[in-house]
């Protein structure tokens, strides 16, 4: 097939705000050693943003903190937050959009009006778009999910994974939609992000699996709707992945994210 890379980009984030939620805790700035997202600045005025996806400790260099905060995003269940790097630390002038919700941020968590929380929680949401914008547009400098999103054609078949996991795809069909070769599309795949698209879409089924059998889905539909053709072979995939039977995932109070 041609080649083309002037295909369209697609939203490479909406899966995951559609799968995981998004809880922000803001915290009292003399106590931002348990937050993981922190406004640095002097004077008053904010110059930084620094956040840790899966930790907290984002405080840093013993610069004054203007505002903090504990976000909560799917931790190591959400592998976007685990391909990203331990900090991410973005200077404000760099993204003018960001300093300015970065600037309300500030104001808002620094008072106490009504609607506080909701003005916070829906700030945070926006801010850690942002950052997670920022750091596609930077990309990745080891494989992972993180270099794939970055890619220029790779991001396509990725997000087209994202999107309809239940979709049987081939590999084809996933190189037409990145508009690459069927070769140079498996190359690339494995190169950037580590693994086969095989692997990598059906870690992404289990992990959405694993998030529709903790809020009450039953095995069989979950097993449906995620793209198994039978709820023994996701009971099979599901086993081995996280090292349990996926009955138990309700129980299961601190599940582990699936390895492609």
């Given amino acids: 097939?041609?080649?083309?890379?002037?295909?369209?980009?697609?939203?490479?984030?909406?899966?995951?705000?559609?799968?995981?939620?998004?809880?922000?805790?803001?915290?009292?700035?003399?106590?931002?050693?348990?937050?993981?997202?922190?406004?640095?600045?002097?004077?008053?005025?904010?110059?930084?943003?620094?956040?840790?996806?899966?930790?907290?400790?984002?405080?840093?260099?013993?610069?004054?903190?203007?505002?903090?905060?504990?976000?909560?995003?799917?931790?190591?269940?959400n592998p976007l937050m685990s391909a990203l790097p331990e900090s991410l630390e973005v200077p404000l002038a760099e993204?003018?959009?960001?300093?300015?919700?970065?600037?309300?941020?500030?104001?808002?968590?620094?008072?106490?009006?009504?609607?506080?929380?909701?003005?916070?929680?829906?700030?945070?949401?926006?801010?850690?778009l942002l950052l997670l914008r920022q750091a596609i547009d930077r990309g990745a400098t080891g494989r992972g999910l993180l270099a794939g999103l970055s890619h220029g054609a790779l991001h396509r078949a990725l997000v087209a994974m994202h999107d309809d996991p239940a979709r049987r795809w081939r590999v084809e069909d996933l190189a037409e939609v990145a508009g690459l070769s069927r070769s140079r599309f498996m190359d690339e795949f494995r190169e950037t992000v580590g693994t086969t698209p095989a692997a990598y879409l059906t870690g992404w089924r289990l992990t959405l699996a694993q998030r529709e059998l903790q809020r009450g889905g039953r095995v069989k539909s979950v097993a449906r709707r995620v793209g198994f053709g039978s709820a023994a072979a996701f009971s099979r995939a599901y086993s081995r992945a996280f090292g349990r039977p996926p009955v138990s995932a309700r129980e299961a109070e601190a599940p582990r994210s699936v390895r492609a």
């Fill in 1 to 77: 097939m041609i080649e083309n890379p002037e295909l369209p980009k697609r939203d490479r984030l909406a899966a995951f705000f559609a799968t995981f939620e998004l809880t922000a805790r803001v915290v009292p700035c003399d106590a931002s050693g348990g937050a993981n997202l922190v406004v640095l600045g002097e004077d008053g005025v904010a110059d930084r943003i620094v956040f840790r996806a899966c930790g907290e400790g984002a405080a840093g260099s013993g610069r004054p903190v203007l505002a903090a905060a504990v976000i909560a995003f799917g931790g190591v269940t």
């Fill in 95 to 128: 993204v003018p959009l960001l300093g300015a919700l970065v600037e309300v941020f500030v104001a808002e968590a620094s008072t106490n009006r009504c609607g506080r929380q909701v003005a916070l929680d829906r700030l945070c949401e926006v801010i850690v």
